[in-house]
């Protein structure tokens, strides 16, 4: 079975260099312009977030979810149940900041929000890179074996 470990490593990688470049932006957004490409940086990050999000939820996570591996299955859960609430708590903050006014007013709020969120994205990312796609990979030898 083909999980497209490659793809969803490229997305991890398109994701952290936008999220980078939100937070340089952001240090202080100067006018509208600004502010706008920020709401712009945000929606290619959303738009990436949601195909990544589609490969992992119709591919990987339930191939993994249904492993004869009981550790691997359990733990593909778990990293599955994390996620809903990761996704959530992102596009709750996508859809606070999407205008430009909101960044240009509440800029110190959205420096702090961001942070929080994007450190919690940063930390999925590196532990689906540690966990989750080693031991798609190892389940994927073994079947083909």
Excluded at 26 to 55: C, F, K, N, W, Y
Excluded at 90 to 106: E, G, Q, S, T
Aim: glycine residues 4%; charged residues 30%; contains cysteine.
């Amino acid at each position: 079975m083909n999980w497209r470990i490659g793809q969803l490593q490229s997305q991890h990688e398109a994701c952290l260099a936008i999220v980078q470049d939100i937070e340089a932006r952001s240090a202080h957004i100067a006018d509208r312009p600004a502010a706008v490409e920020i709401t712009l940086m945000l929606a290619r990050l959303t738009g990436i977030l949601r195909i990544h999000l589609a490969l992992e939820d119709e591919i990987l996570y339930p191939a993994l979810r249904n492993a004869s591996d009981p550790e691997v299955a359990r733990t593909a859960e778990r990293y599955w149940q994390e996620m809903g609430g990761l996704a959530d708590a992102f596009l709750d903050f996508v859809d606070r900041w999407k205008r430009a006014d909101a960044l240009l007013a509440h800029q110190d709020a959205f420096r702090a929000e961001s942070a929080h969120v994007f450190a919690a994205l940063a930390d999925r990312i590196e532990r689906e890179h540690g966990d989750i796609y080693p031991m798609a990979e190892r389940l994927r030898a073994a079947r083909a074996a």
